[in-house]
């Protein structure tokens, strides 16, 4: 499966932005689909992950009640849902997918994955 992450820009401490991850694949639907980030020096974060029929969605305590993880089969799309920003969100963004489990992202790297997509947050 082929993702392609897009939505990030520059916002302002507080504000909100929505990220796209699309595919062209006809067997999207059938992925688990999580959202990880990297900041500069740091090591890759996981920030939430959602079940191939958007049944099921699992957001870390470091983000959760912040971000939300809505998903659309019919557009082959999966979005990353980010409000109340902060600072410490500013990374690049890169959506993954696993043919078995959202949840299992957290700990284990998922096989596919998308380009990233740079999210700055302002003070």
């Known amino acids: 499966v082929q993702l392609q992450a897009s939505g990030g820009g520059l916002v302002q401490a507080g504000g909100s932005l929505r990220l796209s991850c699309a595919s062209s694949g006809r067997t999207f639907s059938s992925y688990a689909i999580g959202w990880f980030r990297q900041a500069p020096g740091k090591e890759r974060e996981f920030v939430g992950g959602?079940?191939?029929?958007?049944?099921?969605?699992y957001i870390p305590d470091s983000v959760k009640g912040r971000f939300a993880i809505p998903r659309d089969n019919a557009k082959n799309t999966v979005y990353l849902q980010m409000n109340s920003l902060k600072t410490e969100d500013t990374a690049v963004y890169y959506c993954?997918?696993?043919?078995?489990?959202?949840?299992?992202?957290?700990?284990?790297?998922?096989?596919?994955w998308g380009q990233g997509t740079q999210v700055t947050v302002s003070s």
């Open positions: 959602i079940s191939w029929n958007g049944e099921s969605s």
């Open positions: 993954a997918a696993d043919p078995f489990s959202a949840q299992a992202m957290g700990v284990q790297a998922p096989p596919y």
